[in-house]
């Protein structure tokens, strides 16, 4: 089942025109208003209106890949799921800074330990940005759980009595199948690793005023660092315990297949998430030479 021409050549355009229209709608909300800045102005909450519709979303999507069918032709079938894609997308997006904001709150209001109370507050200042921080993750996460589960698929189609009913040419794709595969899951993890770096070091220098205030107060270095790697941490988290749940509604065949048929692949599934968490703690982690640098220059104000 091969793509029209048109259609194919009309993907990569389409796929560059979306991250460039996400780029410039988060550049619309950089405006740093100079009476918000004098007057120290809380962010403002986000309601509760924005897990009903991500919910809202992701039913309809699950309903849409339940009811595509071959008979609807390649090119409906490629748009609906293409449409599903974008629009959970787009639901991590606007639910996810919710549910940061909202842990990050219950956290603050229960916890007596110094780091966790920096790091809650700070995720409850900006949860957008904390979010911005694990969006890679949520969006490798959501990659990776379906992948997973059909190579899981696959491996066990080629390694069963089918293999001997097959002809060269299917056995060919399934073989080129797994390679595509495995090749997005690993370019997902590798752009969730320069996520992590880039965005945990310019935390760091963004919040940096904050950073040396708590040093001024007496608090450890130490502890500062803790925060930090914890405000990265608790993000990571929600971002894949919340992808992996919409993945498995929305794929939820194929993953409930692989779990009856290979369900080692569901276990390096498993690892792999593992493995991105790790990456976004590596990252903040890193930071902490360029925190130490921050806080011991000369020209922090002083």
Do not use: H
Request: with cysteine.
């Amino acid at each position: 089942m091969l793509l029209p021409w048109w259609l194919a050549a009309g993907i990569p355009p389409l796929l560059v025109g979306i991250a460039a229209l996400s780029a410039l709608l988060g550049l619309r909300r950089v405006v740093i208003s100079p009476l918000g800045v004098r007057t120290r102005q809380d962010a403002p909450r986000l309601g509760w209106l924005r897990l009903v519709l991500g919910v809202a979303v992701i039913g309809a999507a699950v309903l849409v890949t339940r009811a595509v069918s071959p008979a609807w032709g390649v090119v409906a079938v490629v748009g609906a799921l293409a449409a599903v894609v974008l629009a959970v997308m787009a639901v991590f997006g606007v639910v996810g800074p919710f549910a940061v904001s909202l842990i990050a709150r219950m956290r603050a209001a229960r916890t007596g330990d110094a780091a966790r109370l920096v790091a809650a507050r700070g995720t409850v200042d900006d949860p957008k940005a904390a979010w911005r921080g694990v969006s890679g993750l949520a969006l490798a996460t959501f990659v990776v759980i379906p992948v997973g589960s059909l190579l899981g698929y696959l491996d066990r189609i080629r390694n069963s009595e089918s293999q001997d009913l097959m002809s060269e040419e299917t056995l060919l794709i399934f073989g080129d199948a797994r390679t595509i595969l495995l090749a997005l899951v690993a370019i997902s993890f590798l752009v969730v690793a320069c996520q992590a770096a880039i965005t945990q070091t310019a935390a760091v220098l963004e919040r940096r005023d904050l950073y040396i205030a708590l040093d001024r107060i007496g608090m450890p270095v130490s502890q500062v660092i803790r925060s930090r790697r914890m405000s990265a941490t608790m993000p990571a988290a929600v971002a894949v315990i919340g992808s992996a749940i919409a993945a498995v509604a929305l794929a939820a065949p194929v993953v409930f297949t692989a779990a009856l048929l290979a369900p080692l692949f569901l276990l390096g599934i498993a690892v792999i998430l593992a493995f991105g968490m790790l990456l976004v703690t590596a990252g903040a982690r890193a930071t902490a030479p360029v925190l130490r640098r921050t806080l011991a220059a000369p020209a922090r104000g002083e």
